[in-house]
C-alpha cells in the first residue's frame, strides 16, 4: 500500500542555519512527489514538487528537495532558514486509483525557528 | 475568483446539529478534493469530484458524511448529526484535473467546532 512518512514531527533550528526535513515514501511505480507549506493561519502551498526528469528540484522560498529512487526518499532543504519559515510542512505523494489522481500525506513535520 | 474560496471560516454548532460548509474552486478547474485536518494531524481525505463522474467517496468517515458538487463548480460537504470527533479544520482543494499530477490549490478552510 502506498504510505508517505515523515519521521520527524517537529524540528526547531536557530535562524541562519540550514535545514532538511526527510521524506520517505512507499509507492510500487514511478511516484509524483510534492511538499506543501502550512503557515500558521494560512492555507497550504505548493513548495515544489517531482514528477521526472531532474532529480534536484527548486522551488519556491529557496527552498529544494531531492529525489532518490535508491533511498525512497524526497528530502526537502533549504541552506539558510529565515524566521519566516516556521510552519508545518507536508510531503505528499500522488498515485492512481482507476482515473483518480490523489495524494497521500504525510503527518507533516512542524518546524521552529529559533532567533 | 483568484483562489479557492470557502465558507463559514468558522462554525460553532451543538451536537446533533447539521452543517453545511461551502467550497468555490478556483474557474476551470475540473477537480476538487476535500480534506480533514485534526489538530496536530496530516490530512485525512475524505472525497474527490472530477468533472461529471462518480465522485470518489472512500474517504468519508460515515454515512453522516456527503457532499455534492453542483454544475461542476461549487461544492457543499454535509455533516448530518454532528458528533464532538467532527471538531476538524476542512479543507477543500481544487486542481486542473486529470492531466498528470497537477497542483491542488487549497482554500484557506472552515474550522468545525462541535460542543
Known amino acids: 500500500a502506498q504510505s508517505v512518512t515523515q519521521p520527524d514531527i517537529h524540528i526547531t533550528v536557530s535562524e541562519g542555519a540550514s535545514l532538511e526535513l526527510r521524506c520517505n515514501y512507499s509507492y510500487g511505480a514511478t511516484p509524483y512527489l510534492f511538499w506543501y507549506v502550512q503557515s500558521p493561519g494560512q492555507g497550504l502551498q505548493l513548495l515544489l514538487k517531482y514528477f521526472s526528469g531532474d532529480t534536484l528540484v527548486q522551488g519556491i522560498k529557496g527552498f529544494e528537495a531531492e529525489f532518490k529512487r535508491s533511498q525512497s526518499s524526497f528530502n526537502l532543504r533549504k541552506p539558510s532558514v529565515h524566521w519566516s519559515d516556521a510552519a508545518e510542512y507536508f510531503c505528499a505523494v500522488g498515485y492512481n486509483a482507476g482515473n483518480n489522481r490523489k495524494l497521500i500525506w504525510g503527518l507533516g513535520t512542524s518546524l521552529a525557528v529559533n532567533p | 475568483g483568484a483562489g479557492v474560496s470557502q465558507s463559514p471560516s468558522n462554525k460553532v454548532t451543538e451536537k446533533g446539529k447539521d452543517v453545511e460548509l461551502r467550497c468555490d474552486p478556483i474557474s476551470g478547474h475540473t477537480a476538487l478534493y476535500w480534506y480533514r485536518q485534526s489538530l496536530g494531524q496530516g490530512l485525512e481525505f475524505l472525497i474527490y469530484?472530477?468533472?461529471?463522474?462518480?465522485?470518489?467517496k472512500s474517504g468519508l468517515p460515515s454515512d453522516r458524511f456527503s457532499a455534492e458538487r453542483t454544475g461542476g463548480s461549487v461544492s457543499t460537504l454535509t455533516i448530518q448529526r454532528t458528533q464532538q470527533e467532527d471538531s476538524a479544520v476542512y479543507l477543500c482543494a481544487s486542481s486542473l484535473g486529470q492531466v498528470s499530477y497537477n497542483e491542488q490549490f487549497f482554500g484557506p478552510g472552515t474550522r468545525l467546532t462541535v460542543l
Open positions: 469530484f472530477q468533472g461529471n463522474s462518480a465522485p470518489d
